[in-house]
């Protein structure tokens, strides 16, 4: 009786296998979905951007390699998107990423430098296929959508005081001046470019960046986990991420409008 007892599976163990059998086969499929991602917008990019060759010789292919030429396309492809803005009358950004200086500009003249303090590009923007991304670069990207930790147009509501006698003072201390910066401009075609203050020594600063960096995250997780469950390659965006001065951050975010234009110089 025993052996026969001993011999019997339990039901809870086996819902338990079943369950991590199911959970195991999931992450291998959201993982593949995953890295395929990126594979797929790589090749959106090529399709749209892609340089296409009729040498048969290869001489073309040996030329767009070469990194002298590639420079003076990078340039090329700046000065492309610089000119279409310019022509806005409006206010834009440019970042430069080779010589790290994000730029706010009208009609062509600089109005504002800041230096960046560190510079981080997806893999697709910096190993990617040149001659394509820079194709994509000569077009200025415009912001679709923006998430920050600062208001974009700061209102104070104040109440106008029915005469002298009852005016009084602003003696509220301007917490706009030490508040963390940081936010995310999302671009129609898809790329992030992240902006983060410098200063991270407070633990204020620290704390808020790692909040707006989870819940960025969890976003993307949540989006990437909808699209798996119904069998859908999860949209991949290829991302800059740069740290600024907090002030210079804040005047940038507040400078450029809603659906402004950003030009961008790669590395």
């Not at 104070?156 to 030490?178: N, R």
Request: glycine fraction near 4%; proline fraction near 4%; charged fraction near 25%.
């Amino acid at each position: 009786m025993e052996t026969e007892k001993s011999s019997k599976k339990h039901p809870g163990k086996i819902i338990f296998l079943v369950l991590i059998s199911i959970v195991t086969v999931f992450i291998i499929y959201y993982s593949i979905m995953s890295m395929i991602g990126p594979v797929r917008k790589m090749e959106d990019i090529e399709k749209e951007f892609g340089v296409k060759s009729k040498d048969k010789n290869g001489v073309e292919q040996q030329i767009l390699k070469d990194s002298s030429y590639l420079r003076l396309l990078k340039e090329k492809a700046y000065l492309q998107s610089r000119i279409v803005m310019a022509e806005s009358d409006s206010i834009y950004l440019t970042l430069n990423l080779a010589d790290s200086t994000a730029n706010i500009e009208i009609c062509g003249v600089v109005v504002h430098k800041s230096k960046m303090k560190s510079v981080k590009t997806s893999k697709i923007l910096s190993t990617g296929n040149e001659n394509s991304i820079l194709s994509m670069l000569a077009t200025p990207f415009t912001i679709s959508s923006a998430i920050a930790t600062i208001k974009k147009e700061p209102v104070m509501i104040k109440m106008a005081p029915k005469d002298t006698s009852e005016y009084k003072p602003d003696i509220m201390p301007d917490t706009s001046i030490t508040e963390p910066v940081n936010y995310i401009l999302e671009m129609k075609g898809g790329i992030r470019i992240y902006v983060y203050q410098e200063e991270n020594s407070k633990f204020n600063d620290r704390m808020n960046h790692f909040i707006f960096d989870i819940k960025d995250r969890i976003r993307d997780t949540w989006s990437a986990l909808k699209n798996v469950a119904v069998f859908k390659v999860p949209e991949y965006h290829p991302f800059i991420k740069i740290r600024l001065p907090r002030t210079d951050a804040k005047i940038i975010y507040r400078a450029i409008p809603k659906n402004g234009q950003i030009a961008v110089f790669s590395q």
